[in-house]
């Protein structure tokens, strides 16, 4: 079992910044990916970033490849969300994401195992 809690939302104005932490605890030695998704009023729950816990090769959204940055502390079990330039149609919950073994799409709600609870992201115009 691995347990997932976010931090870091809130409220920002278009072109700011945030920086959104998730930190894994109990079985945090089986991780093989970590991923950040969001989940905007009445959408459906969308992919944005993952890294790959041993190597830290990264993925991003077209939506927010060159503004977001995903990173990850081994030794803290952290994993991270840099967000600049962020804009309006950023704003959502944002829920960090555990799989703890490879599997096919990974940019998909059903790669992952474990769900954090989520941290709103309201970015004001």
């Known amino acids: 079992q691995v347990h997932l809690v976010e931090s870091g939302g809130g409220l920002v104005q278009a072109g700011g910044s945030l920086r959104l932490s998730c930190a894994a605890s109990g079985r945090t030695f089986s991780t093989y990916t970590m991923g950040w998704f969001r989940q905007a009023p009445g959408k459906e729950r969308e992919f944005v970033a993952r890294i790959t816990w041993r190597d830290g090769s990264t993925y991003y959204a077209d939506s927010v490849k060159g503004r977001f940055t995903v990173s990850r502390d081994n030794a803290k079990n952290t994993l991270y969300l840099q967000m600049n330039s962020l804009k309006p149609e950023d704003t959502a919950v944002y829920y960090c994401?555990?799989?703890?073994?490879?599997?096919?799409?990974?940019?998909?709600?059903?790669?992952?195992?474990?769900w954090g609870q989520g941290t709103q992201v309201t970015v004001s115009s």
């Open positions: 994401a555990c799989a703890i073994s490879p599997r096919p799409r990974p940019e998909e709600r059903g790669y992952y195992d474990y």
